[in-house]
């Protein structure tokens, strides 16, 4: 009897051990599943971030820009010309800057001359020279991109000046005014689109009049 009693106890003895180390396997194959189920958890949530380095061209420290321009300009009654010219300036401040300017263009026959045949100018009174000292002032500086990897300042500016026209035989009075965007290239490089107007009397068709003639220009000026 006694025996028997023994062989009962070692027999719920090993059962109990077989149910925890299966209840002990269970729990560690769920701990393994969570640990998994985190990690990849992990991995959705961290994204991989990519910086992309943008290079900037800024003016450079030095506050004198000079350069060449080209375009075309419309002188009223002689058409429109070709024009060019070298222009100075110093930069006063970040937004406020001065600049000279020298032009020339060479005029048209007047509608005049051509349907008569007469002559009012010579051919080195056709010729136009002007220069003129203005005033700049940066309005809307900004930024603008090329790409994904190059940035360039940029910046509209107002200007508005005097200055001096040699024109048909005469020196005449200027007031100058006009718009431009620059586009700072590279820090010693920029590149400049201008409109401006040129403001003088003229008499040649035998009545005083105040004209307005309009010159639209590109050019590249450097700092130094």
Known sequence: METR???????LRNAALVALLALTQTNLMAAEQETVEWDEAAELVEPEIKRTKVDIANIDALDV?????????????????PVSGISLAYHVTEDIFVTATVG???????SFEVITGARLLTDSERDLLYYDLSVGLNLLPGEGFIGKSYAFNSSFYGIAGIGSTKFAGDQRFTITAGAGYRIIMMDWLALHIEVKNHIFDI???GTDKTTHNISYKVGFTVFF
Not at 68 to 78: I, K, R, S, T, Y
């Open 5 to 11: 009693i023994q062989y009962i106890f070692l027999g």
């Open 203 to 205: 008499d040649i068709l």
């Open 65 to 81: 820009e000079m350069g060449a321009f080209f375009g075309m300009m419309n002188v009223v009654d002689f058409g429109t010309n």
């Open 104 to 110: 020339q263009s060479t005029t048209d026959q007047t």
